[in-house]
C-alpha cells in the first residue's frame, strides 16, 4: 500500500519556499524579503509561525533581519583554503571589496608557556607578537593574533604591516616546507567580540595555524572568523593535492 509522504510542518512551508527563491535565484544577495505581514496573508498563517520560520532562516545563516527595516537575503560568506596559506587581502579585493588592515599591536614579548611550547622555545623567552584586524569593506572578518620566532624572522618589528600585512610579509620572504592547520568552533571573549562587532555569544570560527622552516618553528598564529561571515574549506585531488582552477 503506498504510503502519503508526510507533510512538511508550517513553518517549514515557509522556510521552503523561502529557500527555493534563494536557491534559484530569483531572491539574489541582498534583496528584501517580502514583510511578516505579507506572508502571514500569503500563507494564511499565524505571524508567530512566520516568525519562527524567518528565525530558523536566520540562524541557518541564509537571510539577516535589521530591526524596524525588514529580512534580506544573506551575503554568500566568503570562503578560505585550509590547504594552503590563505592570502586574506587578495582574497577580499578579488571579490572586488575593499580591505583594510588594523595593526593594534607589534611588540617583543617573553613567552607564555603554551607559545613557548608551540614555537619550541623555553617560557620566559623572547619571542615577537602581534594583533591585527582585517576588514572587508569597513566589516571586520578576521582577528588575527600571532606569534614570530625572532630566530628566524629577526626583522619583524621592524616592517610597514599597514602595507603589507603579516602574513603577506612571512609568505613572500621567509621560506616555509611545514603547515599545520586546526579548526575549531568557540565562542569570543567579550574583548574579541567588541573587536569584530558582534555579540559574545555568536560563534566564531578558530583556525590555528603552524608554520616551519627545515622543522624550526617559524610563527603560530590564531584567526578568529564569526562564523555568520566567513567560512573555510578547501577542495583536493583523491591524491590528496590541492585542486586549484
Same mark, same amino acid.
Given at each position: 500500500m503506498k504510503r502519503d509522504l508526510p507533510t512538511l510542518a508550517l513553518y517549514a512551508q515557509v522556510m521552503d519556499h523561502i529557500s527555493r527563491k534563494i536557491q534559484d535565484g530569483t531572491w539574489p544577495p541582498g534583496h528584501r524579503l517580502p514583510s511578516e505581514h505579507e506572508l502571514v496573508a500569503q500563507f494564511g498563517m499565524a505571524r508567530m509561525t512566520v516568525n519562527r520560520a524567518l528565525r530558523e532562516l536566520v540562524e541557518q545563516g541564509r537571510i539577516v533581519r535589521?530591526?524596524?527595516?525588514?529580512?534580506?537575503?544573506?551575503?554568500?560568506? &566568503?570562503?578560505?583554503t585550509l590547504l594552503q596559506i590563505a592570502n586574506i587581502a587578495s582574497e577580499i579585493r578579488q571579490?572586488?571589496?575593499?580591505?583594510?588592515?588594523?595593526?593594534?599591536?607589534?611588540?617583543?614579548?617573553?613567552?607564555?608557556?603554551?607559545?613557548?611550547?608551540?614555537?619550541?622555545?623555553?617560557?620566559?623567552?623572547?619571542?615577537?607578537?602581534?594583533?591585527?584586524l582585517h576588514l572587508e569593506n569597513g566589516t571586520p572578518v578576521q582577528l588575527e593574533e600571532r606569534f614570530v620566532n625572532p630566530q628566524v624572522v629577526p626583522d619583524y618589528l621592524e616592517q610597514d604591516f599597514g602595507a603589507t600585512p603579516p602574513s603577506e610579509y612571512?609568505?613572500?620572504?621567509? &621560506?616555509?616546507?611545514?603547515?599545520?592547520?586546526?579548526?575549531?568552533?568557540?565562542?569570543?571573549?567579550?574583548?574579541?567580540?567588541?573587536?569584530?562587532?558582534?555579540?559574545?555569544?555568536? &560563534?566564531?570560527?578558530?583556525?590555528?595555524?603552524?608554520?616551519?622552516?627545515?622543522?624550526?618553528?617559524?610563527?603560530?598564529?590564531?584567526?578568529?572568523?564569526?562564523?555568520?561571515r566567513y567560512s573555510l574549506g578547501s577542495r583536493f585531488k583523491a591524491d590528496g593535492n590541492p585542486s586549484f582552477g
Open positions: 535589521v530591526a524596524g527595516v525588514g529580512s534580506f537575503v544573506a551575503e554568500n560568506k &566568503p570562503q578560505s571579490r572586488g571589496h575593499d580591505y583594510r588592515c588594523e595593526m593594534i599591536a607589534v611588540e617583543r614579548i617573553a613567552a607564555s608557556p603554551d607559545v613557548a611550547a608551540w614555537l619550541d622555545k623555553r617560557a620566559g623567552d623572547s619571542v615577537f607578537h602581534s594583533v591585527c612571512l609568505v613572500r620572504n621567509v &621560506p616555509f616546507d611545514q603547515i599545520e592547520h586546526v579548526v575549531d568552533a568557540v565562542l569570543p571573549n567579550a574583548e574579541q567580540a567588541e573587536r569584530l562587532a558582534m555579540t559574545p555569544t555568536d &560563534p566564531c570560527l578558530l583556525l590555528t595555524r603552524r608554520t616551519w622552516s627545515r622543522n624550526v618553528p617559524v610563527t603560530w598564529v590564531r584567526c578568529l572568523h564569526p562564523a555568520s
